[in-house]
């Protein structure tokens, strides 16, 4: 019987091999040891999530590569690298302490030339003066966060993964002094020198909410957030009751307006710090419709109060946000107790009832609760 020969054939011209298992460079590898003789580690799976092209370095990859790790591994070791953050050096301190006192003595003489300088100054000489540091401090801004390149998309990109470093604070404060800069030239614009209908400052809220609107879309901050809230609210109110003449209680209903426009921006996550928006909402809101008096007796603040309570909840059912279910409670429990005061007038028995219905509705609540749970488990 001849000998058979163990080399492989080479196919026959015009026919494709039928092979029962190709193996190609990308296969699988195969699993390999652990380095520290424990159990052998599984070849990476082809529906792990692989991390983001860049982000892993070379090392790590080969341990991809040889099976050490997979790639679920790899992106919680990647992640975790980069939320490392190394101690800042004492000259790295002392640097950003001279930063920050360098723009709190910045905003000093901001509110010095306000308050002392403002009548003697020209108005033109005034409006240069302040465009002029408004525009330094946002070419600052920009340098200091690290160029055009890290702001907008980039920065909304960035901020909720790695958070914030010491340079985009910093430039942070740089872009909120910017926006007060735009505030006062704009005044130094539209002021007429009129003190009994002086609105002034409408004009200069205004300009203050589109600067700090532009440089909280650049980089995104919860001190940013907080200044574009004040300037709406200093816009709302001066175009209600310097612009309009209106009352009070129109001024309340604007303001209720105004936080429930902040719940719904929120919702449609055009705030990055959620939990943030949904308080200044909730708070604005509640706080207009306590102002709120048109007729006689207090009835339209409470029912207001109560409406603010529902719409939280509302929103609260499609974003289960805390701040929404706990504004919502307190919004409601003010509304009962403002109403059980008017209409019984301060009645021990109606505010016994209250409790009972309150301590009726918690059980009840808790009960489904702890059943939903038990039906999800």
């Known amino acids: 019987m001849a000998e058979q020969d163990s080399a492989p054939r080479a196919p026959v011209s015009g026919a494709d091999p039928v092979p029962d298992r190709v193996v190609t460079e990308k296969s699988v590898p195969a699993a390999a040891p652990s380095p520290v003789g424990g159990p052998v580690a599984e070849p990476r799976s082809a529906g792990a999530v692989a991390p983001e092209p860049g982000r892993a370095p070379a090392a790590l990859r080969d341990l991809v590569e040889q099976g050490v790790l997979d790639e679920t591994q790899l992106t919680a070791v990647v992640t975790a690298l980069e939320h490392e953050r190394p101690r800042p050096t004492p000259a790295r301190l002392l640097a950003e302490i001279a930063a920050y006192a360098g723009a709190g003595l910045l905003l000093s003489g901001l509110v010095l030339i306000l308050v002392e300088s403002w ?191 529902l719409v939280s909840f509302g929103v609260y059912a499609t974003d289960r946000s805390w701040v929404l279910v706990l504004g919502g409670a307190a919004a409601l429990t003010l509304a009962a107790v403002e109403a059980v005061a008017d209409w019984t007038g301060d009645s021990a028995g109606a505010s016994g009832a209250i409790l009972v219905i309150g301590a009726v509705v918690l059980g009840i609540g808790s009960y489904l609760l702890a059943r939903s749970t038990k039906t999800v488990g």
């Open 119 to 309: 009548d003697d100054m020209a108005q033109l000489g005034r409006f240069v003066l302040f465009a002029l540091v408004a525009l330094g401090l946002i070419v600052a801004g920009v340098a200091t966060a690290g160029g055009r390149s890290v702001l907008l998309r980039a920065a909304w990109r960035s901020v909720p993964d790695t958070g914030h470093t010491a340079r985009t604070r910093l430039a942070v404060v740089l872009f909120v002094l910017a926006s007060a800069s735009v505030a006062a030239a704009a005044g130094s614009v539209f002021d007429n020198g009129d003190v009994g209908g002086d609105s002034t400052w409408v004009y200069a809220a205004g300009a203050g909410l589109l600067a700090a609107a532009a440089g909280y879309a650049a980089l995104p901050s919860l001190l940013g957030l907080l200044v574009c809230t004040g300037f709406s609210v200093a816009l709302v109110v001066g175009v209600l009751d310097e612009v309009f003449d209106l009352d009070d209680s129109w001024v309340g209903g604007g303001v209720l307006v105004l936080g429930i426009g902040w719940l719904g921006l929120t919702r449609a996550r055009v705030v990055l710090e959620v939990w943030a928006g949904y308080l200044a909402g909730v708070v604005l809101a509640v706080a207009g419709a306590q102002t709120v008096d048109t007729f006689d007796g207090m009835w339209p603040a409470y029912a207001l109060t109560a409406f603010v309570a």
